[in-house]
């Protein structure tokens, strides 16, 4: 039996609805989380994601690190490195979009892992024209932890405000705008710092933008 042209039609609808629904990865219901990972001895997690968008007012990262980042930075004689120390970039977004550049406008968030608390700390991190402004951990989270980091981008004051969540805690940091660039790109999960991933890395996010 041949299928009439209007059920073909019908089905053919229902496939794009659904392709639809998945490609806006969140409109329709929570967004959907992605695992990125590093592999030992990177510093790029996949998959790349090549995002741009225009005017944001706010955006949010909801994550949970992998019980894989729990890396430890050693010297060839065995002791931690002070490398243990640098920060890695979680998220966040940069503003210098025809260049590609994440080291002048952008706006992230730092991570690290504490060998002594077996924790990953978490610390705004700002690159404001081509300075750098790092501060000490404003949150902890235990790996497999639940947690959330909001952007919001305040064009009037102008300002940036981090707000960072878990489960019984939460804390800001604002940081003042001095550009009047509109169009961001997103940037990844990545190790570094001065050094490539000791072992794989890795975590998952789901991101909402308004």
């Known amino acids: 039996m041949l299928v009439s042209e209007k059920i073909l039609k019908s089905i053919a609808y229902?496939?794009?609805?659904?392709?639809?629904?998945?490609?806006?990865?969140?409109?329709?219901?929570?967004?959907?989380?992605?695992?990125?990972?590093v592999?030992?001895?990177?510093?790029?997690?996949?998959?790349?994601?090549?995002?741009?968008?225009?005017?944001?007012s706010v955006i949010r990262w909801d994550v949970v690190f992998e019980e894989n980042c729990d890396y430890i930075i050693r010297e060839e004689d065995g002791s931690v490195s002070r490398d243990q120390l640098d920060w890695n970039k979680l998220c966040g977004v940069f503003f210098k979009v025809l260049s590609f550049n994440t080291r002048k406008e952008s706006v992230m968030i730092g991570w690290r892992y504490n060998i002594e608390r077996d924790e990953?700390?978490?610390?705004?991190?700002?690159?404001?024209?081509?300075?750098?402004d790092m501060f000490p951990p404003m949150m902890t989270v235990k790996r497999e932890e639940p947690f959330s980091v909001v952007l919001e981008i305040d064009r009037e004051v102008p300002q940036y405000r981090w707000t960072m969540e878990k489960k019984g805690f939460s804390t800001q940091h604002e940081m003042?705008?001095?550009h009047?660039?509109?169009?961001?790109?997103?940037?990844?999960?990545?190790?570094?710092?001065?050094r490539?991933?000791?072992?794989a890395v890795s975590s998952r996010i789901a991101i909402t933008v308004q």
């Open 176 to 178: 003042a705008v001095d």
């Open 180 to 194: 009047t660039s509109k169009t961001c790109g997103f940037i990844n999960f990545y190790f570094g710092g001065n």
């Open 39 to 56: 592999k030992e001895g990177g510093h790029f997690s996949t998959p790349r994601v090549y995002k741009l968008k225009r005017d944001p």
């Open 14 to 37: 229902c496939v794009l609805v659904g392709v639809l629904v998945v490609m806006t990865n969140g409109l329709y219901g929570q967004p959907t989380s992605k695992r990125y990972a």
């Open 196 to 199: 490539s991933a000791p072992k």
């Open 120 to 132: 990953i700390e978490l610390s705004p991190y700002y690159h404001i024209r081509s300075g750098r």
